[in-house]
Nanobody, 126 residues
């Protein structure tokens, strides 16, 4: 089993930038596509961004295009989510997830991801 460990709770102001990290333990993430999801209180978990297991192709939800960037460093066994121009509506718990050998992980249903991180609380104040 792959264990995913995310960075801790963050409090920022609107317009700020933040980078979330997700480090894999037990085994390497080199054979996995990676995704980021978020869930606000009282709402369903929603897709944010994903990167293919090979080739570096990425996909994003419409509401974060141009603001968020997903990247990976297989040598460090870590995936990142760079978040710029943060808005109060970005406030949520952010989860990283792994999906084995997905070329277009932005098209993979949430329930088909194999492993999940513990979640990182991101709060954006006005």
């Amino acid at each position: 089993q792959v264990q995913l460990v995310e960075s801790g709770w963050r409090l920022v102001q609107a317009g700020d930038s933040l980078r979330l990290s997700c480090a894999a333990s037990v085994r390497t993430l080199s054979s996995y596509a990676m995704g980021w999801f978020r869930q606000a209180p009282g709402k369903e978990r929603e897709f944010v961004a994903a990167i293919a297991w090979v080739g570096g192709s990425t996909g994003y939800a419409d509401y974060v295009k141009g603001r968020f960037t997903i990247s990976r460093d297989n040598a460090k066994n870590t995936v990142y989510l760079q978040m710029n121009s943060l808005k109060p509506e970005d406030t949520a718990v952010y989860y990283c997830a792994a999906r084995n050998r997905a070329l277009r992980p932005w098209q993979v249903p949430t329930d088909d991801y194999d492993y999940w991180g513990q979640g990182t609380q991101v709060t954006v104040s006005s």
